[in-house]
């Protein structure tokens, strides 16, 4: 049902919500933490939750600080996040586009149909689409983007369920919207009478450093007088969905129905060859020209799919209808699924306007991912590689960064979609069953092994705790119970459980971020023993309880800090706790310092104190950190007392 929320009609309404949502497991402010538009969010016609929607919030930010979010359209949890992707000219950072789009940015190198949501590297990006007006001299070129565009906030527009630029280079008025989870729409209006009116279709674009994601793709051209069909695929090897030794395979179906193209070529190797309808290589694509028209329409329905070329034409034709779907419904069906999920959490009050913006905006993030796996009639590619098919009414998820997310989407996402946690669960069992192992962070059908520990144990425990219990738990506990003890899975699952088991802390000098690792996996085995206890397994709980006190192994009395231990037993602390190190070295902490680190019991907040002493000496000691954390507002790493939620407004 609803979650109807009072407030009371004052400056505290959103710290408030702020603290609600941080008990919940979501800080607004650390979702939102990145970049506040300074422009206004289209009003939606219907005067609702939309208006309150800007995707441009957290596409801007600047190293560990970055928003890494599609500025483009989806829906809800959708596989295709159609999205542009841009550059400051010939200048490309990665950390300013693992969304594939930054607000600083100053052109758009195309629009791309797949994307991570807030990631911290670089992936995906995949098939990109963009206008143009001309090919280059002598149908050559060395600058793969040779096509890009200036454009301005001025001229662009972000809602949810549509976004719209003006190419300034082309005089191209681009708009995209969504038609499902795997289908999409571009609508491309050519002004003007300079050169033709070309679209190109680019099967080599990728989100990566130096455009080497992409090692095999192809694309092939079917046109008639009624229609013009472009497929390919794609092989993308990025920086996580290469950890298979492969790569992830994206196929293409576009089809074309109000325009006839008086040309077509395809290009490979940097050439393009008019006349030729198909070509394989490592990056290639196709050009449709449409001719010199002063004013033309041109509308582009794409369908993705990671199982095969035909589910791609399947998917393109289910979700738009047989292709019949006009790009106005489109955008009506999206924001109508988007209005369904906002509409979860009622805000009474009469709300300063920033703070709705806010607050509705970073719901809409927080249901942007994990992304739909399985596609039209449940098809779906497991973590086997072999094609499988959902029972009736269980999706398949995937790209989900546990590490992340565990402690703050995924809580909140019990509360307001409960089957978006069960789908997740199923999602999880399932990759054991195929796998062999509870992925730690999986993107796509692949164990990227990013991140530490395996905190899938705190999003089951916690789905028990809260009697969501309509999922296969002992297969579950099964994996999870796996990965605690056996030191040789066949994935990435605890990184120095050998020295953990054997003395209970794992060892700076052989395992790097050595003390997160022992904090992380005591909190894991806590979980461990949460649901063995739910499962009547009394002997797994007295296990998985005392392991859950590792903590305590690398705690320094004398100095009163969680602290990195070698095999000798020696503490290794730092003389400045505030100190990171892991930027430098890779000995003690993950992506945080001793002074943060020195919090993380959730699990056992009075064990935590005892070590102080005191109660009177935890609580000045946290008391100085939150002290110290108000002398940087700034939420980009390394601010050496940054937590979830200590932004201004909290």
Not at 112 to 117: K, P, R
Not at 129 to 158: C, I, L
Not at 598 to 620: A, C, N, T
Request: with cysteine.
């Amino acid at each position: 049902g609803i979650k109807t929320i009072l407030f009371k009609m004052e400056q505290r309404v959103f710290v408030v919500l702020c603290l609600l949502l941080t008990v919940s497991g979501v800080c607004v402010c650390a979702v939102e933490r990145v970049y506040s538009s300074d422009k206004k969010v289209t009003d939606n016609p219907n005067g609702d939750v939309i208006k309150f929607v800007d995707p441009f919030i957290s596409t801007g930010g600047f190293g560990f600080g970055v928003g890494g979010d599609p500025v483009g359209v989806q829906v809800p949890f959708g596989t295709m996040r159609l999205s542009p992707d841009g550059s400051k000219g010939d200048v490309w950072l990665d950390f300013e586009h693992y969304g594939g789009y930054g607000y600083g940015d100053t052109h758009i190198r195309c629009f791309s149909h797949t994307h991570m949501v807030g990631p911290g590297a670089c992936d995906y990006g995949n098939i990109g689409v963009m206008a143009v007006r001309k090919t280059p001299f002598g149908n050559k070129w060395t600058n793969d983007y040779w096509y890009q565009s200036e454009f301005s906030h001025g001229r662009e527009t972000a809602v949810a369920g549509f976004y719209s630029v003006n190419l300034t280079t082309h005089d191209v008025e681009v708009s995209l919207t969504s038609c499902g989870t795997h289908c999409g729409m571009h609508k491309y209006m050519f002004h003007g009478s300079s050169g033709s009116n070309m679209i190109v279709f680019d099967m080599g674009q990728s989100i990566s450093d130096k455009r080497d994601a992409i090692v095999f793709s192809n694309v092939s051209v079917y046109a008639t007088e009624e229609y013009t069909e472009v497929t390919g695929v794609a092989l993308n090897k990025g920086s996580l969905t290469g950890r298979n030794g492969v790569g992830v395979y994206t196929f293409m179906y576009a089809r074309i129905n109000n325009a006839v193209p008086v040309k077509i070529g395809t290009f490979s190797s940097r050439f393009l060859e008019w006349g030729s309808m198909a070509v394989t290589g490592k990056q290639v694509g196709a050009i449709l020209d449409f001719g010199s028209n002063a004013e033309q329409e041109i509308v582009i329905t794409v369908g993705i799919s990671y199982v095969s070329q035909p589910q791609a034409k399947v998917n393109a034709e289910v979700q738009s209808k047989a292709f019949s779907r006009s790009f106005s419904s489109c955008i009506v069906d999206t924001q109508a699924l988007w209005r369904g999920q906002l509409l979860k959490v009622e805000v009474k009050s009469v709300m300063p306007r920033d703070d709705a913006i806010t607050f509705y905006t970073a719901l809409y993030h927080s249901m942007m991912a994990p992304t739909q796996w399985s596609e039209e009639n449940g098809w779906y590619l497991g973590m086997d590689n072999k094609l499988h098919q959902t029972p009736a009414n269980v999706i398949r998820y995937t790209d989900m960064s546990i590490w992340d997310i565990h402690r703050t989407q995924v809580p909140l996402l019990h509360l307001l979609n409960e089957d978006v946690s069960y789908n997740i669960a199923h999602s999880l069992v399932g990759m054991y069953k195929e796998g062999g192992d509870i992925p730690r962070w999986p993107i796509a059908n692949v164990y990227s092994g990013c991140m530490i520990a395996n905190h899938a144990n705190i999003i089951f425990a916690d789905m028990v705790a809260k009697g969501l219990t309509s999922f296969d738990v002992e297969t579950a506990y099964e994996g999870m119970r796996l990965q605690a003890t056996d030191v040789n899975r066949p994935h990435i699952g605890r990184s120095g459980l050998d020295e953990y088991l054997k003395l209970g802390y794992v060892a700076s000098n052989k395992y790097g971020k050595s003390a997160s690792l022992t904090l992380a996996f005591a909190y894991d085995d806590f979980a461990l023993a949460s649901i063995a206890s739910f499962l009547n397994k009394t002997e797994d709980v007295a296990l998985f309880s005392n392991r859950s006190k590792y903590y305590r192994h690398i705690w320094n009395d004398k100095s009163k800090y969680m602290c990195p231990r070698n095999l000798s037993g020696t503490f290794e602390c730092h003389v400045d706790p505030s100190l990171h190190e892991w930027l430098i070295t890779d000995e003690g902490f993950c992506e945080g310092d001793q002074a943060e680190w020195r919090w993380f019991v959730p699990h056992d907040i009075d064990g935590l104190i005892d070590l102080f002493g005191s109660k009177e000496l935890y609580i000045q000691e946290l008391t100085t950190f939150f002290e110290r954390t108000f002398l940087d507002n700034s939420t980009t790493l390394p601010n050496p007392y940054y937590w979830a939620g200590s932004c201004f407004e909290v």
